[in-house]
């Protein structure tokens, strides 16, 4: 999350071979970050894996954003893939707000010790990010090695479309996409 404001900087700037290093830079430590998130669950946290999604998402827009305002991409694309983001951003936030016991401030809506639901991406979803995320790196990649409106990436266009909208429906017939937790009462036992 912390690198998508200058890697929009670059590639607003035209200097995609700066912005390749850095998007590949950002992709392994993602990677790794995950990695050692499941392989070391004393490493995972409720902040972390909130974080996480949101980052890739903020990168994800960042990247198409910039990109379309360069011409690299297609602007139907861009607002395809913004606006399924959005309004997974709002749902998540909706679901969020709703299941928040009283008294609902903003202190406790952000505090990720208060969980209240579980979110879990379909697996239709993390394919969508990782088509999104190899198209975009294909597309920064592609000034610099001379392959732009390269048919491959004109064919990954369109299944970054494709994936974009399969990925949004997965949450909506998807049972498993969040789950409400239920704090355990403490039962009291009376003596005889």
């Known amino acids: ?17 700066i912005a390749l290093w850095l998007l590949a830079i950002a992709g392994v430590s993602d990677l790794a970050d995950g990695w050692i998130a499941r392989t ?6 409720k902040l972390g894996s909130f974080l996480d999604p949101v980052a890739d998402k903020f990168l994800v827009g960042t990247l198409f954003l910039s990109l379309a305002w360069v011409g690299l991409i297609p602007v139907p694309l861009t607002c ?7 309004v997974l951003v709002a749902a998540a936030s909706y679901i969020r707000y709703r299941s928040l016991p009283a008294p609902k401030t903003l202190t406790r809506y952000f505090d990720p010790t208060h969980a209240t639901v579980q979110l879990a991406p379909t697996i239709t979803s993390k394919l969508n990010t990782a088509v999104q995320l190899a198209f975009a790196a294909g597309t920064v990649a592609a000034p610099v090695f001379h392959f732009v409106d390269h048919p491959v990436l004109q064919c990954l266009c369109y299944v970054t479309a494709i994936s974009t909208v399969a990925g949004g429906f997965s949450y909506l017939i998807s ?11 403490v039962s009291s036992r009376s003596s005889s």
Request: hydrophobic share 35%; net charge positive; glycine share 0%.
């Open 1 to 17: 999350m912390v690198t998508s404001p200058y890697l929009s900087y670059l590639i607003l700037s035209q200097d995609y071979q």
């Open 175 to 185: 049972r498993d996409t969040y789950k409400f937790l239920r704090k355990k009462k």
């Open 80 to 86: 395809l893939v913004v606006t399924r983001d959005v």
């Open 40 to 45: 070391w669950t004393s490493q995972a946290s």
